[in-house]
């Protein structure tokens, strides 16, 4: 409620700077956590609904800090994001990601590709194709074995730009998918010119798709947008077995969520694939 006056105001304000001090730490101390490695990435795998097989997995970063313990990305990507640091820290997840895979496959495993999550102001770095194929090749990795996750916002905010961008990014030979979809501003005009190869349906509308009948619309509608568009489809935050029936019913393509794996570190995730589990 807005009973506010003077009183709120001095409640309030001492509030933000805390907060704006609180912020300030947290973005010196992830200026070293990189050079300090402690950074880790997680790995949380995408499943075929057809037969439960691992079709890939997402790479996921986690901050353990000496102090705080494991600080969640929900905390720090947005402030890397306000002071720039999601550049370099972007680019240490991407040389992790592909040194992690070249590694498994020189043990000789048959690891599915992995996708690594690009920010909206490394998207906009007019060298991230460059970034990423030095990335590949310090790795010796084939671009196959690599997938970037943008959000649907991230593209929408200037389309020319975004398009000219994925087709540098599809010429590499990088699969790319729309994440976060649904949430943003979709023209489904603009979404055919994307050269993408998957759309991944946001956790919010999974959430209730197996009770709520407008999500369960929203979700059949994307999954027919995405196939008629000739894109595979995944659904992320799947939780429970009634949410995966939905989805399977549903010609869902893939899932992503905690009924089949939590993020998990790359000794785990190595394990997981090893015993061909599946759903
Ligand atoms: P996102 O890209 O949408 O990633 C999916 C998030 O959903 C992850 O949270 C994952 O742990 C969580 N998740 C997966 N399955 C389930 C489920 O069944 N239930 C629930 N409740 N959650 C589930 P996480 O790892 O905390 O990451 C949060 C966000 O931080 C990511 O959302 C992404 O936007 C950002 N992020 C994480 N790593 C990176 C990175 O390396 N670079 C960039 N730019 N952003 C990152
Ligand atoms: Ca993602
Ligand atoms: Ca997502
Ligand atoms: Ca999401």
């Given at each position: 409620a807005k009973s506010a006056g003077g009183n709120a105001f001095r409640f309030y304000a001492p509030e933000m700077n805390l907060r704006a001090t609180a912020q300030l730490a947290l973005a010196s101390a992830l200026r070293s956590a990189i050079d300090n490695g402690e950074l880790r990435v997680f790995y949380q795998p995408k499943a075929s609904l057809?037969?439960?097989?691992?079709t890939s997995a997402e790479a996921l970063v986690r901050w353990q800090h000496p102090e705080r313990g494991m600080v969640s990305p929900a905390d720090f990507i947005p402030v890397a994001e306000d002071t720039g640091l999601i550049v370099p820290l972007g680019e240490w997840v991407l040389r992790e990601t592909c040194r992690q895979q070249a590694a498994w496959i020189a043990e000789g495993f048959a690891v599915p590709p992995v996708a690594v999550n690009l920010s909206a102001r490394q998207f906009r770095q007019e060298n991230l194709p460059q970034t990423v194929r030095a990335a590949l090749v310090a790795a010796g990795l084939?671009?196959?074995?690599l997938q970037l996750e943008i959000t649907e916002s991230t593209v929408m905010h200037d389309v020319d730009r975004a398009v000219a961008m994925l087709r540098e990014l599809n010429a590499i030979g990088i699969g790319v998918a729309l994440d976060d979809?649904?949430?943003?501003?979709?023209?489904l005009a603009y979404l055919k010119r994307f050269p993408i190869d998957q759309l991944k349906i946001d956790r919010a509308f999974v959430?209730?798709?197996?009770?709520d009948p407008e999500d369960a619309a929203i979700c059949r509608a994307v999954i027919g947008l995405a196939h008629s568009l000739d894109l595979t489809v995944v659904a992320e935050g799947v939780e429970t077995r009634p949410q995966l029936e939905f989805l399977r019913a549903n010609a869902c393509d893939e899932m992503q969520g905690f009924l089949f794996?939590?993020?998990?570190?790359a000794a785990e995730y190595a394990a997981l694939l090893a015993t061909g589990r599946v759903l």
């Open positions: 057809c037969d439960g097989r691992v084939d671009p196959h074995c979809f649904g949430t943003g501003y979709s023209s959430r209730d798709i197996a009770s794996s939590r993020p998990v570190p």
